[in-house]
């Protein structure tokens, strides 16, 4: 059994991708603000403290937004360790959240060893950047109706887990913070989040007429109108990849 993005890597796709990258069009959105060019903590964890701190933004419920981190830290050992991180979040402490984003390791990979970071002060001007630009992004899609949502009755004996990042009244929206462009893998993953969402409980999913990558790093929208996917590309998908 595999994990979405799991899956996608254990797959060889078509030349181009089900979904190629470049049949999506992309807006580029403008803030006036400027990334400092150096980063002191891995790309991954910086992407997860952008995509948690604007959860949190949008959400206001901190525990849920940083809920995989703390399954880490427990299974660590390190609940206390974690709850201070967390209590630091809460007065607007990034370093903190991107500490504590570390833990995820443990429960998505069951990795032990982590090493926590401690961002340089270039690196948390970033991810405050970012997450303002996340959260003025999605307030411009208008109402979030699901934020973290999983896919119950849309799983199978091949996919058995995998998490989406926002819905709103009729756009599946993933956050990707990327340096470069988005590729086949990226959208591949959006198109089995749909998929599964239309089997899964979540009857939502059923009103989704676009699917859309946000890369607050370049603050550019890739987007693409669910009714352009070919049914060929749908039936292979979902038997082939997700196992329907």
């Known amino acids: 059994m595999y994990s979405v993005t799991g899956r996608i890597q254990a797959i060889k796709q078509p030349k181009g991708g089900y979904l190629p990258a470049s049949s999506f069009i992309a807006k580029q959105y403008d803030d006036g603000k400027n990334l400092n ?134 756009s599946l929206i993933d956050f990707k913070v990327l340096r470069g462009k988005i590729t086949s893998q990226h959208t591949l993953q959006l198109l089995m989040y749909y998929l599964m969402g239309l089997r899964s409980i979540h009857t939502e999913f059923k009103a989704v007429k676009y699917l859309s990558i946000f890369n607050p790093r370049k603050n550019i929208e890739y987007r693409f109108p669910t009714k352009k996917i070919s049914e060929s590309v749908i039936s292979e998908v979902s038997t082939k990849v997700i196992g329907y």
Do not use: Q, W
Not at 84 to 94: F, R, S
């Open 37 to 170: 060019a150096e980063e002191n903590v891995h790309g991954s964890l910086v992407g997860l403290a952008v995509d948690y701190l604007t959860r949190y933004g949008l959400t206001k419920d901190l525990v849920d937004s940083f809920r995989i981190s703390l399954i880490g830290a427990n299974i660590l050992g390190k609940s206390e360790y974690a709850v201070n991180l967390l209590a630091n979040v809460a007065t607007g402490d990034i370093a903190s959240a991107v500490k504590l984003t570390a833990f995820d390791a443990v429960f998505r990979a069951g990795i032990m060893n982590i090493s926590v970071p401690s961002p340089d002060a270039a690196t948390v001007e970033n991810v405050d950047i970012m997450v303002r630009r996340g959260i003025n992004f999605l307030e411009s899609k208008g109402f979030v109706v699901k934020a973290g949502f999983t896919f119950e009755g849309g799983y199978t004996d091949t996919v058995s887990s995998g998490d989406g990042d926002y819905l709103t009244k009729d």
